[in-house]
C-alpha cells in the first residue's frame, strides 16, 4: 500500500471547491451510523482527522449541508460532494473525507464506529470495532496507536 504524499491534494467531483492537507491524519475511520450512511449512499464514510492548522480549501467555497448544527458537513455547492466534517466542540482537527483527495490510496480505516447500525454484510480492515464512539478516553490511545502504525 502506498504512503501518503505531503502535501496532498483534492477536491470535489467536479473540481470547483479544492483543498490541500500538509499535515499526517492522527486517526482514520470508517462510521456506519445510520447518518452517514445516508450522506454518503453508501454502508459507511470514510474520515481522516487532519490537524487544522494542515488543512486548507484552496479554491471555492464549501457549504454546510447534512447537518446544520455545531457539528457542521460541508460539501461542493455545485455537485454537492460532501468534503468534510467540522465536529462540535474540537476545532483543532477536521474529518476530512478521505476520497476528496487525488491520490487517495494510501488511506485504510484504523478504527470502524457504530458498528450497532452497520449493514450485515458491510465489513472493512479497521483494527478497531466499536458498537457506538470510543470511549472518550480511549482517543488518545487510539491516536498514539495509531502514529505507530504508521511512522
Known amino acids: 500500500m502506498p504512503a501518503l504524499s505531503l502535501p496532498a491534494e483534492g477536491g470535489c467531483r467536479c473540481g470547483r471547491v479544492r483543498l490541500k492537507i500538509s499535515a499526517k491524519p492522527i486517526l482514520t475511520m470508517a462510521c456506519h451510523c ?78 470502524e464506529t457504530w458498528t450497532a447500525e452497520k449493514l450485515p454484510w458491510a465489513t472493512t480492515p479497521a483494527v478497531h470495532s466499536y458498537e457506538a464512539l470510543p470511549a472518550f478516553d480511549a482517543y488518545e490511545g487510539l491516536v498514539a496507536e495509531y502514529a505507530g502504525t504508521k511512522g
Do not use: K
Not at 74 to 101: A, I, K, Q
Open 34 to 111: 445510520t447518518g452517514c450512511q445516508r450522506m454518503s449512499s453508501s454502508a459507511y464514510s470514510l474520515s481522516a482527522a487532519i490537524p487544522s492548522e494542515g488543512f486548507e480549501v484552496t479554491q471555492g467555497e464549501p457549504v454546510i449541508g447534512g447537518l446544520h448544527g455545531a457539528s457542521r458537513h460541508y460539501f461542493c455547492g455545485y455537485c454537492m460532494s460532501w468534503m468534510f466534517t467540522r465536529p462540535e466542540g474540537m476545532d483543532w482537527f477536521v474529518n476530512l473525507r478521505p476520497t476528496m483527495l487525488d491520490d487517495h490510496a494510501w488511506f485504510t480505516p484504523f478504527i
